[in-house]
């Protein structure tokens, strides 16, 4: 009997992590971070970029956790996300969970340590950022603005920091690449508030798309859409990525659209036709920063 508690509390902690949904964009921003740092100074990738990534997405994972736990009572009102979330389906204790955020907390707070003082700093706002964004005492994600620019920094533009500044700290014209990023991610973020409209209203939330409505904050999301693509195309005529870079995202892009998926990155049915793009956007990016990875460890380690 103990034995099959600890196994459900075990598999209850792993659902409670949500790995699915993050780790396909926390990788790729955190080595678009580190390969931004590293080729123009001329820096060898080393152990440093393995353990920094670990610490992105132990980091992210603490959102998530902290973000059910917290939200359990509310979810349990649900059934979709009652279903979801293993606190409110009982399958592990709010004192497991908390236990289990504080372990997390730990960890990724070492191992950002190991990646250098300022990717410390990073990683101990990012933790921050992941708290309060749930916590309800403070509830960042419970306010107007607030929930948009929490949400934003901490599941993108801080990750790509981190990665870059354990190689080098004078982002310089980066920070346009870590702008586009943050950008999309508010696009992202409006994405879901949006897709969640009506159940968030009925809640009785007042968040940045209830504030503005559905068609002003319809307006917002393509907004910072556009504004990320303006950050990122600066950042290509500064001559921040390889020229060649950009043959193998249009090669990516095309065979990412071999793949038709019937909804968005969250698995629900999309909002409109960018929701319908998110997945396949996402393959492309992960296949395009693999390929620049392989490329600087092949230049690195073999001479070519």
């Given at each position: 009997?103990?034995?099959?508690?600890?196994?459900?509390?075990?598999?209850?902690?792993?659902?409670?992590?949500?790995?699915?949904?993050?780790?396909?964009?926390?990788?790729?921003?955190?080595l678009l971070g580190a390969l931004l740092a590293a080729r123009p100074n001329g820096v060898m990738?080393?152990?440093?970029?393995?353990?920094?990534?670990?610490?992105?997405?132990?980091?992210?994972?603490?959102?998530?956790?902290?973000?059910?736990?917290?939200?359990?009572?509310?979810?349990?009102?649900?059934?979709?996300?009652?279903?979801?979330?293993?606190?409110?389906?009982?399958?592990?204790g709010v004192r497991f969970g908390y236990n289990a955020c504080r372990v997390v907390a730990a960890?990724?707070?070492?191992?950002?340590?190991?990646?250098?003082?300022?990717?410390?700093?990073?990683?101990?706002?990012?933790?921050?950022?992941?708290?309060?964004?749930?916590?309800?005492?403070?509830?960042?994600?419970?306010?107007?603005?607030?929930?948009?620019?929490?949400?934003?920094?901490?599941?993108?533009?801080?990750?790509?920091?981190?990665?870059?500044?354990?190689?080098?700290?004078?982002?310089?014209?980066?920070?346009?690449?870590?702008?586009?990023?943050?950008?999309?991610?508010?696009?992202?973020?409006?994405?879901?508030?949006?897709?969640?409209?009506?159940?968030?209203?009925?809640?009785?939330?007042?968040?940045?798309?209830?504030?503005?409505?559905?068609?002003?904050?319809?307006?917002?999301?393509?907004?910072?859409?556009?504004?990320?693509?303006?950050?990122?195309?600066?950042?290509?005529?500064?001559?921040?990525?390889?020229?060649?870079?950009?043959?193998?995202?249009?090669?990516?892009?095309?065979?990412?659209?071999?793949?038709?998926?019937?909804?968005?990155?969250?698995?629900?049915?999309?909002?409109?036709?960018?929701?319908?793009?998110?997945?396949?956007?996402?393959?492309?990016?992960?296949?395009?920063?693999?390929?620049?990875?392989?490329?600087?460890?092949?230049?690195?380690?073999?001479?070519?």
């Amino acid at each position: 009997m103990e034995r099959s508690t600890l196994q459900m509390q075990l598999r209850g902690l792993v659902r409670l992590t949500r790995w699915k949904e993050y780790v396909p964009f926390v990788v790729p921003l955190t080595l678009l971070g580190a390969l931004l740092a590293a080729r123009p100074n001329g820096v060898m990738l080393d152990w440093r970029l393995a353990v920094v990534t670990l610490a992105n997405i132990l980091a992210v994972a603490y959102a998530f956790m902290i973000n059910d736990i917290e939200d359990a009572p509310d979810d349990a009102r649900d059934p979709d996300r009652a279903a979801r979330n293993p606190v409110s389906t009982g399958e592990i204790g709010v004192r497991f969970g908390y236990n289990a955020c504080r372990v997390v907390a730990a960890a990724t707070l070492i191992l950002y340590a190991l990646g250098g003082f300022h990717v410390f700093l990073i990683g101990l706002a990012t933790l921050l950022l992941s708290h309060l964004y749930s916590w309800r005492p403070v509830r960042l994600k419970a306010w107007p603005v607030t929930d948009i620019v929490s949400h934003s920094l901490m599941l993108s533009g801080l990750l790509l920091l981190a990665g870059y500044f354990v190689y080098d700290s004078s982002p310089g014209l980066v920070w346009f690449v870590a702008a586009g990023t943050t950008l999309f991610s508010v696009y992202g973020q409006l994405y879901n508030q949006l897709r969640d409209y009506d159940m968030d209203k009925a809640a009785g939330l007042y968040n940045t798309a209830i504030m503005l409505g559905e068609t002003n904050t319809r307006r917002a999301m393509y907004l910072s859409m556009g504004l990320a693509v303006v950050c990122l195309l600066a950042a290509v005529f500064q001559g921040v990525f390889p020229l060649w870079l950009g043959a193998v995202l249009l090669v990516s892009a095309a065979l990412s659209m071999l793949y038709r998926p019937q909804a968005d990155m969250r698995g629900t049915v999309a909002v409109d036709t960018s929701g319908a793009l998110q997945v396949q956007g996402l393959i492309a990016v992960n296949l395009t920063v693999v390929i620049w990875l392989a490329q600087a460890l092949f230049s690195q380690y073999l001479g070519f």
